[in-house]
């Protein structure tokens, strides 16, 4: 395994500085951001399909710095509403690039339909009641599984044998059950990426989830969750309140190592050895309490060590 950084985590920086940082903190590879939720600040999606003279400046860049590309991350909502068709092409040009660049893998999200026509935004649907709520979650079913079935063998067509869907609430597919339905409905293409950050709030356990999904890790983010045990008293999990350094919330997001201790990441690699994964473990960086580039430095710096540590006892 090695580390990759995932640049939307520095997405004030430009891509050289980015690139350079990345370097710097020991880092072989980049999961590089091409639209969807991100603003995609380090590429144009559209000039790097259509132009290889860019591809190959892309890749000189990367390769002058001793990196590689670990991914391409598209995190869509392909089911929304008014947006689904356009994260649709976003996921399909993706892996058209992913194709023309040799990249096997690329990240995104399942997303998750509305509750009919004329629908506006999506209804995620987590409480097995009332009964209408129960149809509308088979009908978004019914929605998912065929167009899954159709980027899958998009994917496959393309040489793409990796989609990484994130287990991210507000999707559909956002824990073990739900990521092993698409997969059996659709093909081994579909697995998970792994981000323990999601899995903390929610009391889920990132080394079962692991070991559960064996071959479908298909990627791995490193972020943190801190609960605030007073908080969660008041508010449980499902705490509507904003994402800021307010610290009036019952969780939020942190630096690898600030809620949970070099020896849970420890664990989290050598139960991912277990399985068999080998690729990129990629630092993701949404900490509200933090500097981003500190937290960055501070993510890889403690990561390496786990990584020299385990691979000294493999």
Request: hydrophobic share 45%; proline share 7%.
């Amino acid at each position: 395994m090695e580390l990759s950084l995932f640049t939307d985590s520095v997405d004030k920086l430009p891509l050289t500085d980015a690139l350079d940082l990345a370097a710097k903190i020991g880092a072989t590879g980049i999961e590089l951001a091409m639209g969807g939720q991100s603003w995609a600040p380090h590429a144009d999606l559209n000039a790097l399909l259509t132009d290889p003279e860019a591809r190959n400046r892309l890749l000189g860049q990367l390769a002058e710095r001793g990196l590689q590309l670990a991914a391409l991350n598209c995190s869509a909502w392909p089911m929304h509403p008014l947006h689904g068709p356009a994260h649709v092409e976003l996921i399909k040009n993706t892996i058209r690039l992913a194709e023309k660049i040799g990249l096997d893998k690329i990240v995104t999200m399942s997303g998750c339909p509305g509750d009919g026509p004329g629908s506006s935004t999506i209804n995620w649907i987590w409480y097995p009641w009332p009964p209408d709520a129960v149809d509308l979650l088979e009908r978004q079913w019914d929605q998912a599984i065929p167009l899954w079935q159709e980027l899958s063998a998009f994917a496959e067509d393309h040489g793409v044998r990796r989609v990484a869907l994130e287990l991210h609430p507000l999707h559909l597919v956002y824990n073990v059950p739900t990521l092993l339905r698409l997969r059996e409905a659709t093909s081994p293409v579909i697995g998970a990426n792994v981000d323990p950050s999601h899995m903390f709030w929610q009391q889920m356990d990132p080394l079962r989830v692991v070991r559960a999904l064996g071959p479908a890790v298909h990627h791995v983010h490193l972020k943190d969750t801190e609960l605030a045990d007073d908080e969660v008293a008041l508010a449980g999990v499902l705490d509507q309140r904003p994402f800021d350094a307010s610290g009036h919330r019952a969780w939020r997001f942190r630096t690898i190592g600030r809620a949970h201790p070099p020896e849970f990441w420890a664990d989290l690699v050598g139960v991912l050895r277990e399985v068999g994964y080998t690729d990129f473990l990629s630092i993701e960086n949404e900490d509200w309490m933090q500097d981003r580039l500190e937290g960055v430095a501070e993510a890889a710096a403690m990561m390496n060590k786990v990584l020299a540590d385990s691979a000294a006892r493999a």
